[in-house]
């Protein structure tokens, strides 16, 4: 049984970062990046990477992940995969990171979209068919339902997946991705994606 809850809100968490949009209402959730400053009983602080501090209502039963660096070499024909990106000038996409979806995970939020990492940027959910090497890094060539990408990955980009946690990981100075609901005045944390020792979730 526990192993089914923690593959259920692995699961969750993950069509966090998959779905292609989210939805344009104003009760729709977000998601905001950044550095915990603190954390109290129903409650967290956070600074985000506009610079602006954000106060956030923390749940009990909050869903938390932990992101963690994954090697390159662990990405094979047939991984399922999800890829930030952006169009190069020479018409290309090159990552900006790499998350390799555990198995139970494959085919969440499959396609390519627009993503909200940095200007301009793109998702891609898809299935591996090919990782090769190219001119300027390795090449992933990916297939999803709607269509084919091929995403240059240079050495230097992020390759993560991630694991269900708890609270601990809920420290000051940890680098975390929050997903809330705004509430009247304030936000309600839905799920947060949380690096250890340091670690920034790239996605």
Same mark, same amino acid.
């Given at each position: 049984?526990?192993?089914?809850?923690?593959? @259920?809100?692995?699961?969750?968490?993950?069509?966090?970062?998959?779905?292609?949009?989210?939805?344009?209402?104003?009760?729709?959730?977000?998601?905001?990046?950044? !550095? *915990? %400053?603190?954390?109290?009983?129903? &409650? *967290? *602080?956070?600074?985000?990477?506009?610079?602006?501090?954000?106060?956030?209502? @923390? #749940?009990?039963?909050?869903?938390? =992940?932990? $992101?963690?660096? %994954?090697? *390159?070499?662990?990405?094979? $024909?047939?991984?399922?995969?999800?890829?930030? +990106?952006?169009?190069? +000038?020479?018409?290309?996409?090159? +990552? @900006?990171?790499?998350?390799?979806?555990?198995?139970?995970?494959?085919?969440?939020?499959?396609?390519?979209?627009?993503?909200?990492?940095?200007?301009? =940027?793109?998702?891609?959910?898809?299935?591996?068919?090919?990782?090769?090497?190219?001119?300027?890094?390795?090449?992933?060539?990916? &297939?999803?339902?709607?269509? %084919?990408?091929?995403? !240059?990955?240079?050495?230097?980009? #992020?390759? !993560?997946?991630?694991?269900? $946690?708890?609270? =601990?990981? @809920?420290?000051?100075? $940890?680098?975390?991705?929050?997903?809330?609901? #705004?509430?009247?005045?304030?936000?309600?944390?839905?799920?947060?994606? !949380?690096?250890?020792?340091?670690?920034?979730?790239?996605?």
């Amino acid at each position: 049984m526990k192993k089914n809850q923690n593959v @259920l809100i692995l699961l969750m968490v993950l069509l966090t970062f998959c779905v292609t949009t989210l939805a344009q209402s104003p009760n729709a959730p977000k998601r905001f990046r950044g !550095v *915990i %400053e603190s954390v109290m009983e129903g &409650k *967290i *602080i956070f600074k985000e990477r506009s610079g602006e501090t954000l106060h956030f209502k @923390l #749940p009990e039963k909050v869903q938390i =992940s932990e $992101a963690y660096p %994954e090697n *390159i070499q662990n990405i094979q $024909a047939n991984s399922y995969v999800g890829s930030a +990106a952006v169009w190069g +000038a020479d018409g290309r996409l090159t +990552a @900006l990171e790499v998350l390799i979806f555990p198995e139970a995970s494959r085919g969440t939020g499959e396609g390519h979209y627009p993503w909200d990492l940095q200007k301009d =940027s793109t998702m891609t959910n898809a299935t591996v068919q090919k990782l090769s090497v190219g001119v300027n890094g390795k090449e992933m060539q990916l &297939k999803y339902k709607d269509g %084919e990408k091929t995403i !240059v990955v240079p050495d230097n980009t #992020p390759i !993560v997946s991630v694991r269900p $946690a708890d609270s =601990s990981l @809920l420290v000051p100075g $940890a680098n975390a991705l929050i997903v809330a609901t #705004p509430m009247k005045d304030d936000w309600m944390v839905n799920r947060i994606t !949380v690096g250890k020792n340091g670690f920034k979730p790239p996605m």
